[in-house]
């Protein structure tokens, strides 16, 4: 199981950018999905994420401006960024809890490669 994420770039403040991920591979079941970021100098944190049930949950920096989403059946994730500001410059991180394979078994963490975000104008 991989995740592949997409959609980071260099977008003005006040602009909007759309991340996806997606899982590829043999996936039983998606846990939760989501999404981190670290800035250079500073530790990684969360994003937004959200469970098979839709419980979302954000950081407060970005409660109001980000909102996360999924499509189930493509294991997706999004992430819609609006009103972004400088300081949500930094490389944002997909992060899955899965089972993976074709039956039911312990689920494991992944990551992906990462995408960088620039906010500057």
């Known amino acids: 199981v991989q995740l592949q994420a997409s959609g980071g770039g260099l977008v003005q403040p006040g602009g909007s950018l759309r991340l996806s991920c997606a899982a590829s591979g043999s996936v039983f079941s998606v846990n939760f999905m989501g999404w981190y970021r670290q800035a250079p100098g500073k530790q990684r944190e969360l994003v937004a994420s959200?469970?098979?049930?839709?419980?979302?949950n954000y950081g407060d920096s970005v409660k109001g401006r980000f909102t996360i989403s999924r499509d189930n059946a493509k294991n997706t994730v999004y992430l819609q960024m609006t009103s972004l500001k400088p300081e949500d410059t930094a490389v944002y991180y997909c992060?899955?809890?899965?089972?993976?394979?074709?039956?039911?078994?312990?689920?494991?963490?992944?990551w992906g490669q990462g995408t960088q975000v620039t906010v500057s104008s």
């Open positions: 959200i469970t098979s049930g839709v419980k979302i």
């Open positions: 992060n899955a809890d899965l089972i993976p394979g074709v039956t039911r078994g312990s689920s494991l963490e992944y």
